[in-house]
């Protein structure tokens, strides 16, 4: 189970990876347009509200266990983000993976809607019905922000679990020199139509880095599993020899004190 871990976690590291300057640059092209004076920022998902009487979560775990502590930290964290809330009543939650899925349902906790067995590689049309019911969970207020939480794959051995704002589109403060583009048929046209775009992307990232960091802590647990079991098998193997030894020892000393009653 290590080696096939192994092997899947490597395709997944270069999904992820190559996914990253797809998402970072969405995000720079969405500032960029969002801070020009002729863009209408009126859009709906990109309206800040003064309070947060509910809030939605995305909570990505995995579909299998064992990979360690991963899921458990995530769904830890979400409990968190719940309690902080305001508490189950005054949040819209979304699951992704079955044992998010489960750990909610044992608590009793109300879903808005769940999704599992997307695979290991699934493409961005996977998340395209998540990303659907939290913008239109925003639109109609049923939520005021929405956020994700998921594993973030930092390298093989560390997963970082991460709390993301999707909604309202918060677009970063362009930083550096910024280049003049023209956009055709127009910047707030182009926006209208990126900024859903964006929260798929934002949500697809966080799949990515899920199921990459669930295979790396995978292949983690099974090291540690096959290291544990070697060791408990030097253990009981030596346990074995030493009471083999003692048997032995003390069959010779009964043949050794009958043969010499005998011979007196």
Do not use: W
């Not at 305001?86 to 993976?97: E, H, S």
């Not at 003692?246 to 010499?260: D, L, S």
């Amino acid at each position: 189970m290590e080696m096939v871990a192994a092997s899947k976690m490597r395709r997944a590291q270069s999904r992820v990876l190559a996914s990253r300057p797809y998402s970072d640059r969405i995000r720079a092209l969405i500032a960029d347009l969002a801070v020009r004076p002729s863009t209408d920022t009126t859009h709906p998902l990109l309206e800040r509200r003064p309070t947060r009487n509910r809030v939605g979560l995305i909570v990505m775990t995995s579909d299998r266990g064992l990979c360690g502590a991963l899921n458990s930290n995530v769904l830890r964290r979400a409990t968190t983000e719940i309690l902080e809330a305001g508490g189950p009543a005054v949040v819209n939650l979304v699951t992704v993976g079955k044992k998010g899925h489960e750990f909610m349902v044992r608590r009793g906790l109300r879903m808005t809607a769940t999704f599992t067995n997307l695979g290991d590689y699934p493409g961005i049309v996977a998340v395209q019905p998540i990303a659907r019911i939290v913008m239109e969970e925003f639109i109609h207020h049923q939520v005021d922000a929405a956020f994700v939480i998921y594993p973030k794959f930092v390298n093989t051995l560390t997963q970082r679990v991460t709390v993301d704002q999707i909604l309202p589109v918060v677009p970063s403060t362009p930083t550096g020199p910024q280049l003049e583009y023209i956009f055709e048929p127009g910047a707030p046209e182009i926006l209208a139509e990126l900024l859903p775009r964006y929260v798929e992307v934002q949500i697809y990232q966080a799949l990515l880095e899920t199921i990459a960091s669930r295979y790396s802590a995978q292949m983690i647990a099974m090291r540690n599993a096959t290291d544990n079991a070697k060791e408990l098998i030097g253990t009981l193997t030596l346990s074995y020899n030493k009471a083999r030894q003692a048997a032995i020892t003390k069959e010779i000393a009964e043949i050794a004190a009958g043969a010499g009653a005998l011979s007196g």
